[in-house]
Protein backbone atom coordinates (compact mmCIF):
# COMPACT_ATOMS: atom_id res chain seq x y z
CA UNK A 1 0.00 0.00 0.00
CA UNK A 2 1.00 3.22 -1.22
CA UNK A 3 0.59 7.00 -0.08
CA UNK A 4 0.34 9.86 -2.56
CA UNK A 5 3.54 12.36 -2.49
CA UNK A 6 1.33 15.13 -3.32
CA UNK A 7 -1.79 15.22 -0.94
CA UNK A 8 -1.12 12.37 1.44
CA UNK A 9 -3.98 10.17 0.80
CA UNK A 10 -4.00 6.85 1.23
CA UNK A 11 -3.40 4.19 1.33
CA UNK A 12 -3.70 3.69 -1.97
CA UNK A 13 -3.94 -0.17 -3.68
CA UNK A 14 -0.77 -0.95 -5.64
CA UNK A 15 -2.88 -1.51 -8.53
CA UNK A 16 -4.34 2.18 -8.97
CA UNK A 17 -2.12 3.97 -10.89
CA UNK A 18 -3.23 7.39 -10.11
CA UNK A 19 -4.45 9.14 -6.72
CA UNK A 20 -8.40 9.30 -6.45
CA UNK A 21 -8.25 12.65 -5.02
CA UNK A 22 -5.99 14.97 -6.62
CA UNK A 23 -4.52 12.46 -10.12
CA UNK A 24 -1.60 12.88 -9.01
CA UNK A 25 0.38 10.15 -10.84
CA UNK A 26 1.67 7.32 -7.90
CA UNK A 27 3.37 4.92 -9.96
CA UNK A 28 7.32 6.45 -10.10
CA UNK A 29 10.24 5.88 -8.82
CA UNK A 30 9.67 7.78 -5.66
CA UNK A 31 7.61 4.77 -4.30
CA UNK A 32 8.71 1.40 -6.57
CA UNK A 33 12.50 2.84 -7.99
CA UNK A 34 10.45 1.81 -11.38
CA UNK A 35 8.28 3.35 -13.61
CA UNK A 36 5.30 1.12 -14.79
CA UNK A 37 2.79 2.71 -17.27
CA UNK A 38 -0.56 1.58 -18.30
CA UNK A 39 -0.93 -0.82 -20.91
CA UNK A 40 -3.94 1.29 -22.12
CA UNK A 41 -0.81 3.88 -23.45
CA UNK A 42 -0.27 4.26 -27.12
CA UNK A 43 1.93 1.25 -28.54
CA UNK A 44 5.29 2.62 -29.83
CA UNK A 45 5.06 2.94 -33.35
CA UNK A 46 1.50 4.20 -33.60
CA UNK A 47 1.04 6.53 -35.90
CA UNK A 48 -1.52 9.67 -36.00
CA UNK A 49 -2.77 12.42 -38.80
CA UNK A 50 -2.06 10.00 -41.61
CA UNK A 51 1.45 9.28 -40.11
CA UNK A 52 1.63 13.03 -39.31
CA UNK A 53 3.41 11.72 -36.07
CA UNK A 54 4.77 8.50 -34.17
CA UNK A 55 4.66 7.62 -31.04
CA UNK A 56 7.73 6.04 -29.39
CA UNK A 57 7.08 6.21 -25.45
CA UNK A 58 5.41 7.12 -22.65
CA UNK A 59 6.68 10.07 -20.38
CA UNK A 60 4.09 10.92 -18.25
CA UNK A 61 0.85 9.36 -16.91
CA UNK A 62 -1.64 12.18 -15.40
CA UNK A 63 -5.10 11.28 -13.64
CA UNK A 64 -6.60 12.29 -16.88
CA UNK A 65 -4.22 11.66 -19.92
CA UNK A 66 -1.20 10.09 -21.12
CA UNK A 67 1.98 12.55 -22.30
CA UNK A 68 4.10 10.38 -25.01
CA UNK A 69 7.21 11.05 -26.81
CA UNK A 70 7.17 11.45 -30.19
CA UNK A 71 8.52 11.97 -33.67
CA UNK A 72 7.25 14.77 -36.19
CA UNK A 73 8.01 12.71 -39.50
CA UNK A 74 8.49 14.90 -42.06
CA UNK A 75 10.06 17.37 -39.80
CA UNK A 76 12.19 14.79 -37.84
CA UNK A 77 11.91 16.15 -35.01
CA UNK A 78 11.04 14.90 -31.54
CA UNK A 79 7.73 16.77 -29.98
CA UNK A 80 5.81 15.81 -27.07
CA UNK A 81 1.88 14.81 -27.90
CA UNK A 82 -0.14 14.90 -24.86
CA UNK A 83 -3.62 12.38 -25.19
CA UNK A 84 -7.03 12.89 -23.43
CA UNK A 85 -7.75 9.82 -21.49
CA UNK A 86 -10.18 10.39 -18.22
CA UNK A 87 -10.34 7.90 -15.49
CA UNK A 88 -12.71 4.51 -16.65
CA UNK A 89 -11.99 4.79 -20.23
CA UNK A 90 -10.31 1.52 -21.96
CA UNK A 91 -9.31 1.63 -25.18
CA UNK A 92 -9.72 -0.71 -28.35
CA UNK A 93 -6.95 -0.80 -30.48
CA UNK A 94 -5.83 2.78 -30.59
CA UNK A 95 -9.39 4.19 -30.25
CA UNK A 96 -10.22 5.37 -26.59
CA UNK A 97 -13.62 4.05 -24.96
CA UNK A 98 -14.93 6.42 -22.63
CA UNK A 99 -17.34 5.43 -20.12
CA UNK A 100 -19.71 8.82 -20.58
CA UNK A 101 -20.12 11.33 -23.43
CA UNK A 102 -17.09 12.53 -24.35
CA UNK A 103 -17.89 15.37 -26.23
CA UNK A 104 -17.59 18.09 -23.53
CA UNK A 105 -14.44 16.58 -22.08
CA UNK A 106 -12.76 16.63 -25.63
CA UNK A 107 -13.77 20.20 -26.42
CA UNK A 108 -12.21 21.35 -22.88
CA UNK A 109 -9.09 19.30 -23.56
CA UNK A 110 -9.07 21.45 -27.17
CA UNK A 111 -9.84 24.34 -25.43
CA UNK A 112 -6.31 23.85 -23.03
CA UNK A 113 -4.96 23.64 -26.80
CA UNK A 114 -5.97 26.84 -27.57
CA UNK A 115 -4.94 28.63 -24.44
CA UNK A 116 -1.84 27.97 -25.18
CA UNK A 117 -1.51 28.89 -28.77
CA UNK A 118 -2.28 32.50 -27.17
CA UNK A 119 0.25 32.30 -24.85
CA UNK A 120 3.98 33.22 -25.80
CA UNK A 121 6.62 33.53 -23.40
CA UNK A 122 9.68 30.87 -22.72
CA UNK A 123 8.29 29.58 -19.16
CA UNK A 124 4.46 28.22 -20.93
CA UNK A 125 5.08 25.04 -23.04
CA UNK A 126 4.31 25.89 -26.81
CA UNK A 127 1.18 23.94 -28.29
CA UNK A 128 2.38 23.30 -32.01
CA UNK A 129 -1.14 21.48 -33.19
CA UNK A 130 -3.84 20.13 -31.57
CA UNK A 131 -6.34 17.59 -33.06
CA UNK A 132 -9.27 15.00 -32.54
CA UNK A 133 -8.69 11.30 -33.74
CA UNK A 134 -9.51 7.79 -32.41
CA UNK A 135 -12.41 9.03 -30.33
CA UNK A 136 -10.00 11.69 -28.48
CA UNK A 137 -7.91 14.47 -28.65
CA UNK A 138 -4.63 15.17 -29.00
CA UNK A 139 -2.05 17.82 -28.70
CA UNK A 140 1.29 18.35 -29.82
CA UNK A 141 3.44 20.27 -28.02
CA UNK A 142 7.80 21.28 -27.68
CA UNK A 143 9.59 18.26 -25.88
CA UNK A 144 11.20 19.46 -23.06
CA UNK A 145 14.05 17.75 -21.94
CA UNK A 146 14.29 17.38 -18.06
CA UNK A 147 12.31 16.61 -15.04
CA UNK A 148 9.10 18.06 -13.50
CA UNK A 149 10.12 19.19 -10.00
CA UNK A 150 8.40 16.82 -8.34
CA UNK A 151 10.56 13.76 -9.39
CA UNK A 152 13.24 16.71 -8.84
CA UNK A 153 12.28 16.85 -5.02
CA UNK A 154 11.85 13.11 -4.94
CA UNK A 155 15.79 13.05 -6.05
CA UNK A 156 17.19 15.59 -3.95
CA UNK A 157 15.07 15.84 -0.71
CA UNK A 158 14.86 19.74 -1.22
CA UNK A 159 16.52 22.37 -3.26
CA UNK A 160 19.16 25.27 -1.86
CA UNK A 161 17.22 29.03 -1.50
CA UNK A 162 18.91 30.35 -4.22
CA UNK A 163 18.00 28.10 -6.46
CA UNK A 164 14.17 28.19 -5.62
CA UNK A 165 13.87 31.77 -5.62
CA UNK A 166 15.25 31.64 -9.54
CA UNK A 167 12.82 29.30 -10.48
CA UNK A 168 9.64 30.93 -8.43
CA UNK A 169 10.69 34.15 -10.13
CA UNK A 170 10.69 32.84 -13.72
CA UNK A 171 7.28 31.42 -13.30
CA UNK A 172 6.11 34.03 -11.51
CA UNK A 173 6.87 35.98 -14.73
CA UNK A 174 4.97 32.95 -17.13
CA UNK A 175 2.02 33.55 -14.66
CA UNK A 176 2.08 37.25 -15.08
CA UNK A 177 1.68 36.64 -18.73
CA UNK A 178 -1.45 34.07 -17.82
CA UNK A 179 -2.71 36.97 -15.89
CA UNK A 180 -2.51 39.59 -18.31
CA UNK A 181 -4.48 37.06 -20.88
CA UNK A 182 -7.10 37.58 -18.16
CA UNK A 183 -6.97 33.58 -17.72
CA UNK A 184 -6.08 31.56 -14.35
CA UNK A 185 -3.66 28.69 -14.11
CA UNK A 186 -5.49 26.85 -10.99
CA UNK A 187 -2.66 24.15 -10.56
CA UNK A 188 0.26 25.31 -9.55
CA UNK A 189 2.06 22.22 -8.49
CA UNK A 190 5.94 20.88 -8.84
CA UNK A 191 4.24 18.31 -11.05
CA UNK A 192 3.24 20.87 -13.91
CA UNK A 193 6.38 22.37 -13.51
CA UNK A 194 9.04 21.17 -15.94
CA UNK A 195 12.83 22.15 -15.52
CA UNK A 196 15.05 21.64 -18.41
CA UNK A 197 18.57 20.69 -18.97
CA UNK A 198 19.29 24.51 -19.92
CA UNK A 199 17.78 25.59 -16.37
CA UNK A 200 14.64 27.05 -17.89
CA UNK A 201 11.52 26.09 -15.62
CA UNK A 202 8.39 25.48 -18.14
CA UNK A 203 5.26 25.65 -16.95
CA UNK A 204 2.66 22.55 -18.40
CA UNK A 205 -0.98 21.81 -18.09
CA UNK A 206 -3.27 23.96 -18.74
CA UNK A 207 -6.16 22.10 -18.46
CA UNK A 208 -7.76 23.74 -15.34
CA UNK A 209 -7.01 27.75 -16.85
CA UNK A 210 -10.11 29.36 -16.83
CA UNK A 211 -10.97 33.43 -17.59
CA UNK A 212 -11.57 35.26 -14.54
CA UNK A 213 -13.01 39.00 -14.07
CA UNK A 214 -10.99 41.02 -11.89
CA UNK A 215 -13.21 41.22 -8.24
CA UNK A 216 -16.11 39.36 -9.28
CA UNK A 217 -17.84 36.21 -8.32
CA UNK A 218 -17.86 33.51 -10.87
CA UNK A 219 -18.44 30.05 -11.42
CA UNK A 220 -15.44 27.79 -11.64
CA UNK A 221 -15.26 24.31 -10.95
CA UNK A 222 -13.50 23.31 -8.21
CA UNK A 223 -10.08 22.41 -8.64
CA UNK A 224 -7.93 21.56 -5.70
CA UNK A 225 -4.36 19.97 -5.23
CA UNK A 226 -4.28 19.83 -1.28
CA UNK A 227 -1.56 21.73 0.18
CA UNK A 228 -1.36 23.98 -3.34
CA UNK A 229 -4.93 24.78 -3.27
CA UNK A 230 -5.71 28.06 -1.52
CA UNK A 231 -9.16 27.90 0.30
CA UNK A 232 -11.08 30.02 -2.13
CA UNK A 233 -10.64 27.14 -5.08
CA UNK A 234 -12.56 24.42 -2.17
CA UNK A 235 -15.74 26.87 -3.29
CA UNK A 236 -17.48 26.93 -6.86
CA UNK A 237 -19.16 30.21 -6.56
CA UNK A 238 -16.54 32.77 -5.30
CA UNK A 239 -14.04 35.14 -6.18
CA UNK A 240 -10.92 34.13 -7.65
CA UNK A 241 -7.84 36.02 -9.37
CA UNK A 242 -4.08 36.68 -9.82
CA UNK A 243 -3.43 36.07 -6.21
CA UNK A 244 -5.04 32.48 -6.46
CA UNK A 245 -2.28 31.34 -8.32
CA UNK A 246 0.20 33.44 -5.88
CA UNK A 247 -1.05 31.11 -3.56
CA UNK A 248 0.09 27.73 -5.37
CA UNK A 249 2.87 29.59 -6.50
CA UNK A 250 4.04 30.32 -3.07
CA UNK A 251 3.20 26.91 -2.11
CA UNK A 252 5.41 25.48 -4.59
CA UNK A 253 8.47 27.99 -2.83
CA UNK A 254 7.72 26.57 0.38
CA UNK A 255 7.57 22.71 -1.27
CA UNK A 256 11.23 23.66 -2.91
CA UNK A 257 12.94 24.97 0.44
CA UNK A 258 11.42 22.22 2.74
CA UNK A 259 10.91 19.16 0.90
CA UNK A 260 7.38 18.84 1.21
CA UNK A 261 3.81 20.75 1.50
CA UNK A 262 2.38 22.89 3.52
CA UNK A 263 -0.88 21.72 4.99
CA UNK A 264 -3.94 22.19 2.86
CA UNK A 265 -5.58 25.56 3.35
CA UNK A 266 -8.62 24.05 5.60
CA UNK A 267 -6.79 22.69 7.75
CA UNK A 268 -4.91 25.63 8.54
CA UNK A 269 -7.78 27.58 8.72
CA UNK A 270 -9.02 25.07 11.19
CA UNK A 271 -5.81 24.67 13.60
CA UNK A 272 -4.75 28.15 13.17
CA UNK A 273 -0.84 26.59 13.59
CA UNK A 274 1.33 28.77 11.65
CA UNK A 275 4.08 27.47 9.00
CA UNK A 276 7.43 26.75 10.15
CA UNK A 277 9.78 28.89 8.26
CA UNK A 278 12.62 28.63 10.35
CA UNK A 279 15.70 28.48 8.94
CA UNK A 280 14.69 30.31 5.70
CA UNK A 281 16.17 33.68 4.56
CA UNK A 282 13.69 36.08 6.77
CA UNK A 283 13.27 37.77 3.07
CA UNK A 284 12.24 34.80 1.51
CA UNK A 285 10.12 33.50 4.53
CA UNK A 286 8.24 37.01 4.21
CA UNK A 287 7.58 36.31 0.61
CA UNK A 288 6.23 32.67 1.38
CA UNK A 289 3.86 33.66 4.30
CA UNK A 290 2.53 36.84 2.87
CA UNK A 291 2.17 34.13 -0.13
CA UNK A 292 0.21 31.75 1.91
CA UNK A 293 -2.15 33.95 3.74
CA UNK A 294 -5.43 32.54 4.22
CA UNK A 295 -7.40 35.22 3.99
CA UNK A 296 -6.93 37.26 0.10
CA UNK A 297 -6.89 40.37 1.60
CA UNK A 298 -3.85 39.81 3.26
CA UNK A 299 -2.13 37.42 0.48
CA UNK A 300 0.32 39.11 -1.99
CA UNK A 301 -2.14 40.00 -4.76
CA UNK A 302 -0.44 39.77 -8.14
CA UNK A 303 2.59 38.39 -9.78
CA UNK A 304 3.96 42.24 -10.23
CA UNK A 305 3.88 42.37 -6.62
CA UNK A 306 5.62 39.14 -5.65
CA UNK A 307 8.19 39.65 -8.42
CA UNK A 308 9.49 42.79 -6.66
CA UNK A 309 9.60 41.28 -3.80
CA UNK A 310 11.96 38.80 -4.80
CA UNK A 311 13.40 41.77 -7.13
CA UNK A 312 14.27 43.47 -3.77
CA UNK A 313 16.02 40.32 -2.36
CA UNK A 314 18.07 39.96 -5.71
CA UNK A 315 19.21 43.81 -5.48
CA UNK A 316 20.30 43.72 -2.29
CA UNK A 317 22.51 40.44 -2.44
CA UNK A 318 23.82 39.17 -5.57
CA UNK A 319 24.33 35.86 -3.60
CA UNK A 320 20.93 34.76 -2.12
CA UNK A 321 22.30 33.80 1.24
CA UNK A 322 20.18 31.55 3.64
CA UNK A 323 21.84 32.22 6.56
CA UNK A 324 18.54 31.73 9.21
CA UNK A 325 19.34 34.46 11.66
CA UNK A 326 19.80 38.33 11.11
CA UNK A 327 22.12 38.48 13.75
CA UNK A 328 24.34 36.15 12.13
CA UNK A 329 24.26 38.53 9.11
CA UNK A 330 25.28 41.41 11.07
CA UNK A 331 28.28 39.97 12.31
CA UNK A 332 30.39 39.85 9.63
CA UNK A 333 29.28 43.47 9.02
CA UNK A 334 29.02 44.76 12.41
CA UNK A 335 31.39 45.48 15.26
CA UNK A 336 31.22 42.08 17.49
CA UNK A 337 31.20 42.52 21.73
CA UNK A 338 34.71 40.68 21.55
CA UNK A 339 35.53 43.14 18.67
CA UNK A 340 35.12 46.36 20.44
CA UNK A 341 36.47 44.45 23.88
CA UNK A 342 39.92 44.01 21.44
CA UNK A 343 40.41 47.36 20.56
CA UNK A 344 39.50 49.03 24.12
CA UNK A 345 41.75 46.84 26.46
CA UNK A 346 44.73 45.42 24.51
CA UNK A 347 47.78 47.43 25.00
CA UNK A 348 48.79 46.78 21.21
CA UNK A 349 46.72 48.36 19.58
CA UNK A 350 48.11 51.00 17.01
CA UNK A 351 46.39 54.33 17.53
CA UNK A 352 44.60 56.07 14.51
CA UNK A 353 47.71 58.20 12.76
CA UNK A 354 49.84 54.85 12.90
CA UNK A 355 47.30 52.63 11.36
CA UNK A 356 47.02 54.85 8.20
CA UNK A 357 50.60 55.64 8.02
CA UNK A 358 51.10 51.95 7.43
CA UNK A 359 51.06 50.82 4.05
CA UNK A 360 51.02 47.34 2.05
CA UNK A 361 55.13 47.64 2.15
CA UNK A 362 55.15 47.78 6.17
CA UNK A 363 52.22 45.40 6.46
CA UNK A 364 54.16 42.45 4.51
CA UNK A 365 57.47 42.99 6.68
CA UNK A 366 55.31 42.62 9.78
CA UNK A 367 56.67 39.18 11.76
CA UNK A 368 53.86 39.44 15.10
CA UNK A 369 50.66 37.54 13.30
CA UNK A 370 48.36 39.26 16.52
CA UNK A 371 49.13 42.63 15.15
CA UNK A 372 48.81 42.32 11.60
CA UNK A 373 45.57 40.82 12.40
CA UNK A 374 44.13 43.22 14.66
CA UNK A 375 45.46 46.11 11.80
CA UNK A 376 43.34 43.88 9.63
CA UNK A 377 40.69 43.70 11.83
CA UNK A 378 40.65 47.74 12.35
CA UNK A 379 40.55 48.12 8.41
CA UNK A 380 37.12 45.85 8.38
CA UNK A 381 35.39 47.36 10.69
CA UNK A 382 36.60 50.91 10.13
CA UNK A 383 37.72 51.26 13.83
CA UNK A 384 38.95 54.77 13.61
CA UNK A 385 40.29 54.82 9.63
CA UNK A 386 38.21 54.41 6.98
CA UNK A 387 37.22 51.20 5.97
CA UNK A 388 39.27 49.08 3.22
CA UNK A 389 38.50 45.36 2.60
CA UNK A 390 41.50 44.97 0.41
CA UNK A 391 44.11 46.55 3.01
CA UNK A 392 42.07 43.87 5.74
CA UNK A 393 42.53 40.72 3.49
CA UNK A 394 45.99 41.63 2.84
CA UNK A 395 46.69 41.65 6.75
CA UNK A 396 44.63 38.48 7.14
CA UNK A 397 45.82 36.32 4.44
CA UNK A 398 50.00 37.50 6.07
CA UNK A 399 48.08 36.86 9.54
CA UNK A 400 46.92 33.41 9.16
CA UNK A 401 50.14 32.17 7.08
CA UNK A 402 51.72 33.22 9.95
CA UNK A 403 49.75 30.78 12.36
CA UNK A 404 46.99 33.44 13.27
CA UNK A 405 43.49 31.34 13.79
CA UNK A 406 40.98 33.94 14.20
CA UNK A 407 42.77 35.27 10.68
CA UNK A 408 42.12 32.06 8.93
CA UNK A 409 38.36 32.43 9.91
CA UNK A 410 38.44 35.89 8.62
CA UNK A 411 39.72 35.42 5.33
CA UNK A 412 36.70 32.30 5.10
CA UNK A 413 33.88 35.34 5.62
CA UNK A 414 35.89 37.42 2.92
CA UNK A 415 36.01 34.68 0.49
CA UNK A 416 32.02 33.91 1.47
CA UNK A 417 30.93 37.57 1.43
CA UNK A 418 33.52 38.61 -1.95
CA UNK A 419 34.94 41.27 0.59
CA UNK A 420 38.59 42.25 -0.37
CA UNK A 421 38.50 39.35 -2.70
CA UNK A 422 36.35 37.40 -5.12
CA UNK A 423 33.45 35.64 -4.16
CA UNK A 424 34.21 31.91 -3.66
CA UNK A 425 32.41 29.80 -1.46
CA UNK A 426 35.10 26.72 -2.05
CA UNK A 427 37.88 28.88 -0.70
CA UNK A 428 35.48 30.26 2.15
CA UNK A 429 35.16 26.64 3.19
CA UNK A 430 38.96 25.56 2.94
CA UNK A 431 39.54 28.52 5.60
CA UNK A 432 36.54 27.31 7.67
CA UNK A 433 37.55 24.51 7.94
CA UNK A 434 41.49 25.05 8.51
CA UNK A 435 40.27 27.09 11.25
CA UNK A 436 37.93 24.83 12.93
CA UNK A 437 40.82 22.02 12.88
CA UNK A 438 42.48 24.56 14.92
CA UNK A 439 39.66 24.84 17.72
CA UNK A 440 38.48 28.10 15.88
CA UNK A 441 34.21 27.77 17.40
CA UNK A 442 33.34 30.16 15.02
CA UNK A 443 34.83 28.45 12.46
CA UNK A 444 33.00 25.20 13.19
CA UNK A 445 29.46 27.07 13.08
CA UNK A 446 30.11 28.42 10.00
CA UNK A 447 31.12 24.94 8.24
CA UNK A 448 28.03 23.36 9.47
CA UNK A 449 26.29 26.14 8.06
CA UNK A 450 28.25 25.41 4.50
CA UNK A 451 27.47 21.48 5.36
CA UNK A 452 23.71 22.78 6.15
CA UNK A 453 22.99 24.78 2.72
CA UNK A 454 25.61 23.39 0.12
CA UNK A 455 27.67 26.10 0.02
CA UNK A 456 31.36 24.69 -0.97
CA UNK A 457 30.61 21.29 -0.75
CA UNK A 458 27.82 18.96 -0.91
CA UNK A 459 24.99 19.52 0.94
CA UNK A 460 25.22 16.93 4.24
CA UNK A 461 22.77 17.53 6.92
CA UNK A 462 24.89 14.78 9.26
CA UNK A 463 28.30 16.63 8.36
CA UNK A 464 26.46 19.91 9.18
CA UNK A 465 25.01 18.54 12.70
CA UNK A 466 28.35 17.54 13.58
CA UNK A 467 29.99 20.91 13.40
CA UNK A 468 27.05 22.39 14.93
CA UNK A 469 27.74 20.23 17.95
CA UNK A 470 31.31 20.85 17.61
CA UNK A 471 30.78 24.90 18.13
CA UNK A 472 27.90 24.65 20.36
CA UNK A 473 29.97 22.89 22.83
CA UNK A 474 33.12 25.77 22.78
CA UNK A 475 29.75 28.39 23.37
CA UNK A 476 28.69 29.63 19.91
CA UNK A 477 25.33 30.68 20.41
CA UNK A 478 24.46 30.60 16.43
CA UNK A 479 25.43 27.06 16.36
CA UNK A 480 23.02 25.98 19.72
CA UNK A 481 20.44 27.93 17.54
CA UNK A 482 20.94 25.55 14.43
CA UNK A 483 21.22 22.42 16.42
CA UNK A 484 17.55 23.36 18.10
CA UNK A 485 16.24 23.22 14.29
CA UNK A 486 17.81 20.58 13.25
CA UNK A 487 16.20 18.21 15.87
CA UNK A 488 12.95 20.09 15.69
CA UNK A 489 12.76 19.08 12.00
CA UNK A 490 14.63 16.12 12.25
CA UNK A 491 17.40 17.08 10.03
CA UNK A 492 20.66 15.35 10.12
CA UNK A 493 19.36 13.59 13.36
CA UNK A 494 16.80 11.59 15.16
CA UNK A 495 13.22 14.28 15.60
CA UNK A 496 13.26 15.47 19.18
CA UNK A 497 11.05 18.85 20.58
CA UNK A 498 12.65 18.70 24.09
CA UNK A 499 16.36 18.79 22.91
CA UNK A 500 14.73 21.67 19.93
CA UNK A 501 13.77 23.29 23.35
CA UNK A 502 16.91 22.61 24.59
CA UNK A 503 19.08 23.96 22.17
CA UNK A 504 16.95 27.34 21.75
CA UNK A 505 17.06 28.10 25.67
CA UNK A 506 20.90 27.46 25.83
CA UNK A 507 21.16 29.81 22.91
CA UNK A 508 18.62 32.38 24.18
CA UNK A 509 20.54 32.64 27.44
CA UNK A 510 23.25 33.60 25.10
CA UNK A 511 21.55 36.55 24.10
CA UNK A 512 20.49 34.98 20.46
CA UNK A 513 17.65 36.55 19.54
CA UNK A 514 16.13 33.81 17.11
CA UNK A 515 16.31 31.48 19.42
CA UNK A 516 14.62 33.58 21.75
CA UNK A 517 11.87 33.95 19.05
CA UNK A 518 11.86 30.08 18.86
CA UNK A 519 11.52 29.27 22.43
CA UNK A 520 8.29 32.15 22.56
CA UNK A 521 6.99 29.47 19.80
CA UNK A 522 8.12 26.40 21.18
CA UNK A 523 6.10 27.78 24.57
CA UNK A 524 3.21 28.79 22.48
CA UNK A 525 2.21 25.30 20.79
CA UNK A 526 3.20 23.49 23.94
CA UNK A 527 6.41 22.25 21.32
CA UNK A 528 8.69 20.27 23.89
CA UNK A 529 7.57 21.53 27.28
CA UNK A 530 4.01 22.86 28.66
CA UNK A 531 1.52 25.00 26.95
CA UNK A 532 2.49 28.30 28.55
CA UNK A 533 0.75 31.89 26.87
CA UNK A 534 2.98 33.43 29.62
CA UNK A 535 6.26 32.55 29.09
CA UNK A 536 5.52 32.82 25.10
CA UNK A 537 4.89 36.09 25.47
CA UNK A 538 8.14 36.57 27.57
CA UNK A 539 10.59 35.10 24.84
CA UNK A 540 8.98 37.44 22.49
CA UNK A 541 9.25 40.55 24.20
CA UNK A 542 13.01 39.65 24.63
CA UNK A 543 13.26 38.98 21.06
CA UNK A 544 11.58 41.64 19.89
CA UNK A 545 13.62 44.15 22.12
CA UNK A 546 17.43 42.91 20.38
CA UNK A 547 15.22 43.89 16.98
CA UNK A 548 13.79 40.45 15.82
CA UNK A 549 10.98 41.52 13.48
CA UNK A 550 9.37 37.93 13.53
CA UNK A 551 8.73 38.67 16.75
CA UNK A 552 7.84 41.81 16.75
CA UNK A 553 4.98 40.52 14.34
CA UNK A 554 3.68 37.86 16.68
CA UNK A 555 3.30 40.34 19.45
CA UNK A 556 1.07 42.58 17.09
CA UNK A 557 -1.24 40.03 16.93
CA UNK A 558 -0.59 37.15 19.29
CA UNK A 559 -3.87 36.30 21.55
CA UNK A 560 -3.64 34.13 24.43
CA UNK A 561 -4.87 31.00 24.87
CA UNK A 562 -5.47 30.28 20.90
CA UNK A 563 -4.16 27.23 21.17
CA UNK A 564 -6.43 26.08 24.08
CA UNK A 565 -9.38 23.73 23.25
CA UNK A 566 -11.83 25.89 24.67
CA UNK A 567 -11.38 28.91 22.53
CA UNK A 568 -10.56 27.04 19.12
CA UNK A 569 -13.62 27.23 17.80
CA UNK A 570 -14.74 31.10 18.76
CA UNK A 571 -11.40 31.80 16.78
CA UNK A 572 -12.26 29.97 14.17
CA UNK A 573 -15.56 31.40 13.69
CA UNK A 574 -14.30 35.42 13.95
CA UNK A 575 -11.38 34.04 11.32
CA UNK A 576 -13.31 32.55 8.93
CA UNK A 577 -16.32 35.33 8.79
CA UNK A 578 -13.16 37.74 8.24
CA UNK A 579 -12.61 36.21 5.18
CA UNK A 580 -16.02 35.05 4.03
CA UNK A 581 -18.24 37.79 5.72
CA UNK A 582 -21.10 36.51 7.94
Not at 19 to 28: F, H, K
Not at 189 to 210: C, H, Q, W, Y
Not at 352 to 372: A, S
Not at 499 to 510: G, H, I, L, N, P
Request: charged share 25%; hydrophobic share 35%; with cysteine.
Amino acid sequence: MIFCRVCGYGPISEEVKVCPVCGTSVVDKAFSGTRTLSIMALASGTLLQNGKYRIEDVIIQGGFSFTYSAIQTMLDAKVAIKELFALGATRQGSVVIFDSDSSESIGEFLNEGRILARLNHPGIVKVLDFFEENNTAYLVMEFLDGESLSLLLNRVGKIPENEALNYIKQVAQALKVVHDAGLLHQDVKPDNLILTKEGRIVIVDFGSARQFIAEKTGNYDRIVTPGFAPLEQYGQRVRRGPYTDVYSLCANFYTLIKGFPPPPAPDRLQTLRELDLSGVNPKIARIISKGLEVNVNNRIRSMDELLAMIDEIESKSSVVDRTISREVLQREEDVSFDDRKLFSNNENVFSQEEVLDIDILEIENQEDPKVLFEIGLKYLLGFGVTRNFDIAFKCFREASGKGNVEALYRLGLMYLHGQGTYQDDKMAFKYFKDASEKGNADAMYRLGWMYEYGRGTSQDDKMAFKYFKDASEKGNADAMYHLGLMYLHGQGTYQDDKMAFKYFKDASEKGNADAMYRLGWMYEYGRGTSQDDKMAKYWYEKSKDLGNIDSKNKLESFLPGINSKKNKGSFFGRIFKNIFGS
